[in-house]
């Protein structure tokens, strides 16, 4: 059994060093909470992910959701885990108290669920959803519908799932055809959905589904579509189970990974007699099931970025323990020693690849996450709004960028693991196969690349990203001429400026009528994106670390560069901020540099991905 390897230094580095996120306790909301209840949170989070989720990884993989006769199982050892998470409050652990929820900032809930999820992915699956499900319900739907399911949802007694996909209709939504007659105060609903991940188990009594449907008389395309609460099982008006609502799991697939967690085709109303409760109002239902979209691609990205994290960990261990070959500068010496892994530049090279981009992609979850509380709490109108731009721009990037370089991350420590890393006795190659679902569900990676581009660049009169430039800009200024970064920084600039080149230029073809130009680029424009911004978030850990090993350097009287390696070596904080300074190095000198190669493609006016002949 594989351990559960984690990064909490940097969790920690990330919430109170760079982001500051004790200040939220100076709001209302989160008044009754400190920087030390925060930290007991992540202690018992860490505690639960080590010692009752990460054994269910291998579980989850090995045995797997099973379906027979209709019936749909996960593994038994799910049962006591899950028992034990729920009680917890972890379903609800940034939900309204008023629901039964904690109340906790998103971003110390984000944090702890990097823990969960990079414990055991398949496990997460089922309350990540009903958490969704349970928030969607609770903005939208009627008081007596959330009075009835909401608080069940968050203490994890009912679940929920997110059910959009149809045969004919994946990410097109607008092609949906499930139908929704209404009857009396209910709707019959009529209609398979595929693709429903934990859309049937055995870990509650009940599944509350939001469904998207059509009623006869709505518009075509997604302006005519609603939203419906639609249980398992329907619920008396006192909360009592009732009859069986004719919803019916048809199948579940066999998939390249997360195998302990059902992923369903769902058929309703068969017999006629399935029935659905309007959530708002009837024809807005993709609007409050995008609601639930954008959180759940931001916890999307946490998936890539955990599996990453955790991949590179178990990387490292083993390049630090396996030995093989000797030193390359002593090939030719055949009494040389053999010398672990780790000393190979290549295996180096690919250890601070998986470092630099986890940490980078944490910072860019963390700090969404971050905006998305201070928009709830601030008491200033263009702070909050301008806070909640961010959370809008970065969603894409967090969903996109998190989920294909978190794929990378495992790549590449299967490699640094060799024949071993491909070999099921470690657990990386179970992290990659479990981890490439996250760039596919939730809207494929190239769809967050057109949202970026053709809509929220343009959102509010490109407000979004005027404010964005003008903050990345001003960062630019201040520290560009900083004595020991400011090379770094210029890097930085340099970059800025081939984005918003390429950028201009695809506005001006837009607004001239040639929108399929800059939709072919769209896809290397939202990493070009992801990149500028996670190198201004490195940049502004890479100052904060700077500072702090400045003073422990003065402080242990370490002068020159011998004498700062030696306390790195044996000062475990010098070796922290030591090693957030070469995670910024590596990625502004090694990835950051692709901004200006695809902003010279874009530019090159090539136009053989819409005209090629395939």
Known sequence: MAEYLDDRRDVEFILYEHLGVQRLCQYEKYSEFSKELFDMVLDQGLKLAKE?????????????????????????????????????????????????????????????GEFFTGACLAFMMTPSLTHGAAHMFQTFASDELKNLYVEKMYAGQWAGTMCLTEPQAGSAVGDVKTSAVKEGDVYKITGTKIFISSGDHDLTENIIHPVLARTPDAPPGIKGISLFLVPKVRVNPDGTLGESNDVRCGNIEEKMGIHGSSTCTLNFGDEGNCIGYLVGEENKGIVYMFHMMNGARINVGLQGSALGAVAYKHALQYAKERIQGVDVRNMKDPNAPHVAIIEHPDVRRMLLFGKSVTEATRA??????YYADLAE????????????????????????????????????????????????????EQYARDSKIASIYEGTNGIQAMDLLGRKLAMKGGTLYMNFLADLNAFVEENRSHET???YVEELAAAKDALADVTNDFMTKSMSGDTLYPIS?????????????????????????????????????????????ALAEENDEAKFYAGKLDSMKFYVTQILPQVKARAASAKSEDRTILDAVL
């Open 377 to 428: 709490v601030t008491q200033d109108d263009a702070e909050r709004e301008k806070a909640a731009g961010y959370v809008e721009l970065f969603t894409p990037l967090c969903k996109s960028y998190s989920t294909d370089m978190g794929f990378e991350v495992c790549v590449q420590a299967m490699q640094i693991l060799g024949g071993y890393g491909y070999c099921k006795e470690y657990p990386v």
């Open 52 to 112: 009752e989720i990460a054994p269910l990884n291998e579980v989850a993989d090995r045995v797997g959701a099973k379906f027979d006769n209709g019936v749909v199982t996960l593994p038994k050892e799910f049962r006591g885990p899950y028992k034990t998470y729920c009680e917890g409050g972890w379903i609800g652990v940034s939900s309204d108290p008023e629901w039964g929820g904690q109340g906790l900032p998103r971003v110390v809930g984000m944090s702890t």
């Open 521 to 565: 680029c769209a896809m290397p424009y939202l990493n070009s994106f992801s990149e500028v911004v996670c190198s201004w978030l490195l940049l502004e850990q890479a100052l904060i670390a700077q500072k702090r090993l400045d003073e422990i350097s003065s402080e242990k009287g370490a002068t020159d560069a011998e004498a700062l390696k």
């Open 485 to 487: 970064l400011g090379k």
């Open 364 to 369: 860019l979850l963390l700090k969404t996450a």
